[in-house]
């Protein structure tokens, strides 16, 4: 059941556009409406508890979820919400057993939170929301099967109405609620048993979790004052005192009667607001709630908070947006996007939200793909693997729907007037087809706002492209300039230690040792400066796993191996991973990774390289790579000090010098390093890096 289709009350659905309207209107002011609705809370919950709004720190409470969504994210939902409500066309008596269960919900969440009070539980605040959630289950079964659920909902007494809805759909609405508590991690459990416990038995509720025993008592006050606008005079608390009783009824009351203010609802025949002085303006309030949807300037509302688009500047930044923004306004949770190739023109690469990168791209001339077709029409379509007529779609598309793990798909093209820049893909069922139907108009125009801001952002930053190229040309120009003028004297110095290493060998003098570290020590030098210009600028770029190994390993070999022949063997991970890591400290591992690597093979060499993107050690997530080499490997009383300077298999070179400032490297990253022996002989390093996953 998606909980986006849970309706609201008219009249909170009009305040809360009265405050969407409002230009002077606050976090505070919206919190405060939607802090009364069970609908709203839900949906809201529900997002921020969702994959597309993945969080560092769970938002415990409604308080922190809009904080977290943010003005304008909350203002579009409240405003979408009133929209497809408008569009169900709620019957008078589902309005009426909405409207019914909405005021008992919120008389046990105030009831909930002064008992809370009074007895010094530590969060009042859960007990508010689990009073507030405690009726969730009826809300779905009503909306769900309202047909058969209107003479359930409207039984004489809480316990037969739980018999019969076991008796009708085999559980309860206390089971069901609490079910669906349990799916949102950042609610305490303890919100879930009040939902499924609050009939149980006063006998049975002895000796539980108070939040179970407080949401209970709370709910039975709620039902009688909600039907008659007081307490049961019969009924007695277990939990609170007769004074501190009073004292709860009278702030109860008194909150309630302020909430009937913001409504706009005149409490006439008594200072409680009860089921029939809220039902008896249904009508009108519908009618309001459907000319304040019916303005045109609604529309606006919607756009306006699509005009910050700061950020997104790639396809996988505008997927994330969509699919985020889809989440909270329509409960649509796997979508995709269709981008063309950055590379290649003419294909469309396929981006997900589980991956970083576009994993696989598709042939704008296939025709025969429903989804392809869609982007190249510029309209929407159903995409289904076997179609009426039993024909059986393409394997691109069938693919593509495989990947968002759901049976059909529809394809919206990201459009304004006549320019597309791709397709969104949502995965759905066939049970909510209809539902998809319906909202696609919706849809459509809220893309549409997407791509209006995307083709502006892009016009600056087109511009912003060709001014930092001219700088960055220049740069290099400046750069190889310097490297050209370092480069001359350092290899005039390379000769004159030839001379003198010739020179010696004819008189005769044992320096041989001394002048190969001194040619190693000046190629050192040699490859710092040659790395110097690829690592310009690298602190404020992002790094990938394999995109470096791929970019620098053949650079360092051909830098390094002189006149050697080496071959890279490459077994690199399908998925690339971002680094928790600056691109020059990640090079200057490789660089001496690979530089022990070719020089502890004498003639021609062999590397092996092969990456992982995702290594759980003890709870932490590294990446992990390995260079290997067919050299003569290493001697156990060496291994045991390698990774400080020492003397190794190379000729003329200390291998341990470079794993020391490598492992010294790793250390200030939080990295680790090892050393492994190949099957063949040669020595291999495997060094695992920390993933970036703070984006």
Same mark, same amino acid.
């Given at each position: ?55 560092n720190e769970p938002s415990e409470n409604l308080q922190q979820a809009v904080k977290f969504l943010g003005h304008d994210r909350v203002k579009t939902m409240a405003v979408t919400a009133s929209i497809q409500q408008l569009f169900s066309g709620l019957t008078h008596s589902r309005n009426e057993s909405l409207c019914n269960t909405w005021l008992d919900s919120l008389y046990c969440a105030m009831f909930a939170r002064e008992i809370a009070i009074s007895l010094n539980y530590a969060h009042p605040r859960d007990a508010y929301l689990a009073g507030l959630l405690h009726d969730l289950g009826k809300i779905v079964l009503d909306v769900k099967f309202h047909e058969q659920y209107v003479g359930i909902i409207n039984a004489e007494s809480e316990d037969e109405a739980i018999q019969q809805e076991i008796s009708e759909f085999g559980f309860s609405h206390t089971e069901l609620g609490a079910g669906i508590i349990e799916q949102w991690p950042s609610l305490s459990p303890a919100i879930a048993d009040a939902a499924r416990f609050h009939h149980e038995e006063k006998e049975q509720l002895k000796g539980c979790d108070v939040l179970c025993q407080v949401v209970a008592e709370a709910s039975q006050m709620?039902?009688?004052? %909600?039907?008659? !606008? =007081? $307490? /049961? &005079?019969?009924?007695?608390? +277990? #939990?609170?005192?007769?004074? @501190? ?61 699509? %005009?910050?688009? !700061? =950020? $997104? /500047? &790639?396809?996988?930044?505008? +997927? #994330?947006?969509?699919?985020? @923004? ?370």
């Open positions: 059941m998606e909980l986006i289709r849970l309706p609201s009350p008219p009249h909170i659905l009009c305040k809360l556009l009265d405050i969407c309207h409002d230009p002077d209107s606050s976090l505070t002011d919206l919190t405060e409406i939607i802090n009364t609705d069970i609908a709203l809370t839900s949906k809201l919950i529900m997002a921020v508890n969702s994959a597309a709004f993945a969080q709620a039902w009688h004052w %909600s039907r008659c !606008g =007081g $307490v /049961d &005079t019969n009924w007695h608390s +277990l #939990l609170v005192a007769d004074i @501190e009783l009073d004292k709860i009824l009278a702030q109860v009351e008194h909150k309630m009667a302020l909430t009937a203010a913001r409504l706009d609802i005149t409490l006439v025949d008594s200072k409680s607001l009860t089921r029939d002085q809220l039902c008896s303006g249904l009508e009108k309030e519908n009618m309001r709630l459907a000319r304040r949807v019916r303005d045109a300037s609604l529309i606006n509302v919607i756009n306006a908070g699509e %005009s910050d688009s !700061g =950020g $997104v /500047d &790639t396809p996988r930044s505008l +997927l #994330l947006k969509v699919a985020r @923004e889809m989440k909270l306004l329509f409960a649509i949770s796997d979508v995709a996007l269709l981008f063309p190739d950055a590379g290649d023109a003419d294909f469309l690469a396929l981006y997900e939200v589980k991956h970083a990168h576009s994993v696989s791209k598709f042939p704008v001339a296939n025709g025969n793909s429903q989804i392809i077709r869609s982007f190249l029409e510029k309209r929407n379509i159903w995409i289904e693997p076997v179609n009426m007529h039993e024909q059986i779609s393409p394997i691109s598309d069938r693919q593509i729907i495989r990947r968002l793990n759901h049976k059909i798909a529809l394809c919206l093209p990201l459009k304004s007037a006549d320019q597309v820049i791709g397709t969104i893909i949502i995965g759905t069922s066939y049970r909510h087809k209809s539902y998809l139907d319906k909202l696609s108009k919706i849809i459509s125009s809220y893309l549409e706002s997407i791509v209006d801001n995307w083709l502006k952002s892009n016009q600056g930053l087109k511009q912003q492209a060709l001014e930092d190229s001219s700088k960055k040309q220049q740069e290099e120009k400046d750069i190889d300039k310097l490297i050209h003028e370092i480069s001359n004297p350092l290899s005039v110095i390379g000769n004159y230690i030839d001379i003198i290493n010739f020179d010696s060998a004819s008189d005769g003098r044992e320096n041989e040792k001394e002048i190969a570290i001194l040619k190693e020590e000046l190629q050192r030098i040699g490859n710092i400066v040659l790395n110097f210009k690829n690592t310009q600028g690298s602190e404020a770029q992002t790094v990938f796993l394999n995109d470096e190994l791929k970019t620098c390993i053949p650079l360092y070999v051909k830098s390094i191996g002189n006149d050697k022949d080496v071959q890279i063997n490459w077994h690199l991970d399908e998925a690339d991973c971002e680094l928790d890591m600056t691109r020059d400290a990640f090079r200057q591992i490789v660089l001496n990774l690979v530089k022990n690597a070719v020089e502890a093979q004498p003639d021609n060499a062999e590397i092996n390289v092969s990456s992982h993107h995702f290594v759980n050690i003890a709870g932490v997530v590294f990446a992990q790579f390995t260079i290997a080499d067919r050299g003569k490997g290493v001697d156990a009383i060496t291994r045991r000090r390698f990774f400080s300077p020492l003397s190794s298999t190379k000729e003329g070179s200390r291998r341990g010098l470079g794993l020391s400032v490598v492992t010294e490297i790793l250390n200030s990253f939080n990295g680790q390093i090892k050393y492994m022996e190949n099957e063949t002989g040669g020595a291999s390093f495997e060094v695992l890096i920390p993933l970036s996953l703070t984006k």
